[in-house]
């Protein structure tokens, strides 16, 4: 490899480049073999690994040779045809190499937009031998390497004047191509640090004209922070591992096989794959899984380690971004339902690729929603989590009850500590709800109180899924998930809330704020009245801020709050 065997024949020669005038001296005697010991190649066992396996080569044109016998693929000619500059031939190999290693050995390489995603900027095979020596890849290679002028200069040296030209002309290269190597360096960790932390670079430096002068703080980029929160395997493991969630979905899917046979099947925010799995394996004719964040190449191995790679086709971007193979497709799956149901708003994406690729009469899963909320009254909780902060080992510490009642927590309780039955107050069919049904300001709710309790500490918020096979399949407005299977409904269903067995979702908890005021006891028989809204952030849409109003006829307990989630 040319520039590599460069580069150490330079670091050998490093000391005798920079050594005092005498030993410059001893160098130019031509007559004294000793100054010349160290210009002996330091040979290095460098190996370059094929493009498309396992093979190590002792050099690049050998690795070159062997793609274009056994894999009919000339890199210098793709990278001549398509006109691609240093940083264009890094991603083609990246490219090739990803591609490579999730079982597919014909990556499309017909156009640079295969490959424009400037995550193919970072190595996939670590200390890629290729990648080093793309500068050397000349038009019309020949695999004539610079190990041979070096030897001949190092055989010759007492006769050829020249050395200490050659010994500057590598100290040159050398210092080339480690310029080269830091600005792709530089490149890929900048282009990293922009997808990670979702802002765009801003040069403080530079004025912004929007801003008369002033440096502009970088506008925080939602939905690239919404994406990136679901590229990790944490998150997935957690919902996985969430068998309420993730037996619904196999069950219904593998009890209905007959509705998946043949069928084109849309996975919208496919996330590691399992949905379009379990639909493959129920027969699809076709599975496409879309998502817009790094869990796609997951999904992708996934997808051939299981021998699925002939059905189900991953697509990264945006659902509402991307190009289909399809023009309409007979089923849509995806599991969008978040905290309190409508957290991160990613129903509104289902909603938009049902009504662009669904086919009439075509089947939504899962198929309904309803939301319910209940009364809380749990003074234990509030000694613990409230109350507590009023006396830390006998420390005033009420500054960390700042904000404690505005944000929804998410909880697993228990169905004792609700004084009355919940109350369904929307509810959703996904083969008809439209994005304005998301939004809210006060559907109307009654909870009778079952029981005596010393005060309201807040409401508490869950939902209920339904798979149903049919589109003509309705849900009763006081159905409920825990009894559904049961009370002989038809296809799955599963809850949320404090009667079923935990889910990943849990429960939202909205606590009262009372202020100084104490809550007041309310008796078994009276009624909580009052209303519920539900609104995006509008500053992000994926944000949810929930407004209670309530009052509880002939007595003081009255009140209106709001909570928000981010």
Known sequence: MGSISAAHDVQSLEGVNSSSNSESSDLLNLGDDEGWQDVEPDVEDIKVTSLFGDENFPDIN??????????DFDLLKVRNDLDLDFFGTVKLVNYIRSEVKKGNKQPDISTRAAFGDEQYLRPVVENDALLYSLEDL?????????????????????QDTGAVARVIELQEELERLQQQFSEYRNTVSKILDQRWSGTDDVEPSQPNHLTNGNAAAPTRDDDSHYFTSYSYNEIHETMLKDTVRTDAYRDFIYDHKHLFNDRIVLDVGCGTGILSMFCARAGAKKVIAVDNSDIIDKARENVYENGLGEIVTCLRGKIEEVSLPVAKVDIIVSEWMGYCLLYEAMLDSVLW??????VEGGLMIPSHTTLHMAPLTDPDYIADHVSFWQSVYGFNMTSMMAHIYDEVLIRDLKSSILPADSQPFLHLSLHHTIKDDLTFCAKPFAMELKEDIDGLDGFVLWFDTFFLPSTTDIVPTRARAEDWVRNGGKGVAFTTGPGGPETHWRQGVLLIDHGKRSAQPLKKGQVIHG???????ADNERELDIQIRWDVAGTSEKGKQLWFMR
């Open 353 to 358: 690729a049902r009504d662009r690729y669904l």
């Open 531 to 537: 209303g519920i809204g539900y609104q995006k952030r």
């Open 138 to 158: 000349g038009d019309d290679q020949t695999g004539t390497m610079h190990e041979d002028v070096i030897g001949e200069s190092t055989a010759h040296a007492q």
């Open 62 to 71: 050998s690795m070159l040779r062997h793609c274009r016998i056994s894999h």
